[in-house]
């Protein structure tokens, strides 16, 4: 596949970009664009990109990341929320990029929300972004919830952020994320970002997530049923399994004895259990009288 040429942005130039525009980066919709050449094109490298991919990249802003990505994959489908970035997207892409910017597709939407039906052409199969601190999680666990297609992922997100999706079992920054996250994937670092490379400058450091499809833990239970399960045992996470479960499963006892007969210790907590665990635990809610 042909490569073409493509002139990325500069600082400089992101800063005219945005005055023209009359940008100013909010912090509701978590905007600090990358500014620096060698961080994009070392994202876009991490990504592992096959020249057939179909990249869904979420929030673009002004485009560096954008631009980094034509190149090398086979369509780009940014979903950016804000409709002035949106409609500016595809005209830098056509004057930094002329022979790539028909492999650029905008989707004016808001990425927490969006579904698969609303994306043009073929499903993407690889999501790669510079995602808003504020809604890095859910927009992360709902794109793989909702796009199959997907095959790996490479994000930046807040570096603590980074730390809880990747997390194992028995980590102190284990939790809701790093179960939910690997029910869908293998998750892993995949890197530091330094919090100059932006604008405006994050009060935080960033990292990279690196995300591999694979399929879910066998099981009886619905995503929906483990998720449940998840969600009850780290919303008192300082409690034993047997009492955080209890309003789920009615009473203490019915935890305990659903534990037990998952194999799981009702006197752990559930920083200890991995999704498999999860899933069995899911497997044996007690039936409603």
Do not use: C
């Not at 709902?142 to 990747?166: C, F, I, N």
């Amino acid at each position: 596949m042909g490569r073409g040429i493509v002139t990325l942005l500069g600082p400089v130039e992101i800063r005219e970009l945005a005055e023209r525009l009359d940008l100013r980066p909010t912090k509701r919709l978590g905007q600090n664009f990358v500014i620096d050449g060698g961080t994009v094109r070392r994202i876009v490298r991490t990504a592992g990109l096959d020249g057939d991919d179909v990249v869904i990249e979420v929030g673009p802003g002004l485009g560096s990341l954008t631009l980094a990505l034509l190149p090398e994959a086979a369509r780009v489908i940014a979903v950016e929320i804000d409709p002035v970035l949106a409609a500016q997207l595809p005209r830098t892409a056509a004057d930094r990029a002329p022979e790539l910017a028909g492999r650029l597709d905008v989707v004016p939407a808001d990425a927490l929300r969006v579904t698969a039906a609303e994306l043009p052409g073929s499903p993407p199969t690889a999501l790669v972004a510079n995602l808003p601190y504020n809604v890095a999680v859910p927009v992360v666990l709902h794109l793989l919830a909702e796009l199959p297609s997907l095959r790996k992922g490479l994000v930046m997100v807040q570096s603590e952020v980074a730390d809880r999706l990747a997390a194992p079992p028995g980590s102190r920054v284990y939790g809701v994320p790093s179960v939910k996250a690997a029910w869908y994937a293998d998750v892993r670092r995949a890197g530091p970002v330094g919090r100059t490379v932006f604008w405006p400058v994050p009060n935080v450091d960033s990292g990279l997530v690196a995300l591999t499809r694979r399929e879910p833990p066998a099981t009886t239970a619905s995503r929906e049923e483990v998720f449940a399960v998840i969600d009850a045992a780290f919303a008192q996470r300082r409690k034993t399994l047997r009492a955080a479960l209890a309003g789920w499963a009615g009473t203490a006892a019915a935890a305990e004895e659903a534990l037990r007969r998952a194999g799981v210790d009702p006197s752990s907590r559930g920083e200890r259990l991995a999704v498999t665990d999860f899933a069995r635990v899911a497997e044996h809610r007690p039936l409603p009288d």
